[in-house]
């Protein structure tokens, strides 16, 4: 029997339709108007896409949103002014520098001066820190979707045998330690697989829930999931281009022979993906209540 699919497309559509409510109320209630702003180093054009995606859906929802474009050649000393510019701008309760950055300039350096209140990304070290704990913080968008979806369709995270596949900062260990925290979407035992794990099939094999974040087109096989699992694919890999020139996705699962003994999968693209701009969208919004005093 084939898999349930568990569409991101379709949950983030409807946190979507959520958070457009509370902005329309915040606005009506409390003229306040969530900000975000995004600022985009030099001409990656995967970087351009994603901004693009990110101020659409802000002014979809009724949030304010500015995007800063600078030439590759910006110093780290400008960028940095800049990001304290905006920590002083009081219409702007979110702020995003989009990865990667030029080689002379220290994204950490640069992460790191985002004022923790606004770190809507959810990387700063403090929030890292809160997150660790459990304490309230923004959470990293990625993971907090993944645990979105998990809730959302339903499936039983207390006591089950997660796996994660990758140990990244962005992805892998964030969700591993949400994924075993003592709260909704938690309280699982969590395996955290890697490029040094031995006999990774084995751990593979066990999982009850099985995320993979390793970047690696259909790594994950058929035979190396049992039956019933849920699978939730953080991949996104551009394995080739259709004759129309349009990019052919593929995730780090092969989803048509998994699909088969998964009892639920999210699909490449349409799955994790929606997901994380929506999380972004969520922790504005959230960024903007705490800033007026209402979280």
Known sequence: MS???????????????????????????????????????????ASQSYVAAKNKTAHNLGIHSEQVTLSADTSEEDLL?????????????????????????????????IDPEKDVDGFHP????????????????????????????????????????????????????????????????VTLCHTRTRDMDFHTRRADILIVAAGVANMIKADQVKEGVVVIDVGVNRIGKS????????????????????AAITPVPGGVGPMTITMLMKNTVQAARQSAGLE
Request: hydrophobic share 40%; with cysteine; charged share 25%.
């Open 81 to 113: 002014a800049l990001v304290d510019k905006y920590n002083n701008d009081p219409a702007i309760h979110g702020i995003l520098v989009q990865l990667p950055l030029p080689g002379h300039i220290d994204e950490a350096k640069v992460l790191y001066a």
């Open 3 to 45: 898999a349930k699919i568990i569409s991101g497309t379709e949950t983030a559509k409807a946190i979507r339709e959520e958070l457009r409510a509370e902005v329309a109320r915040l606005k009506e209630q409390h003229d306040l108007v969530p900000g975000l702003v995004t600022v985009l180093v030099g001409e990656n054009p």
């Open 126 to 189: 403090v929030n890292v820190g809160k997150m660790v704990l459990g304490e309230p913080c923004f959470l990293p968008c990625t993971p907090h979707g993944v645990l979105e979806l998990l809730q959302r369709s339903g499936v039983e995270t207390s006591g089950a045998e997660v796996v994660v596949v990758g140990r990244s900062n962005i992805v892998g260990k964030p969700v591993a330690n949400l994924m075993l925290q003592k709260r909704a979407g938690g309280n699982a035992t």
């Open 243 to 262: 004759e129309s020139g349009k990019a052919i996705l593929a995730g780090d699962v092969e989803f048509e022979s998994v699909k088969e003994k998964a």
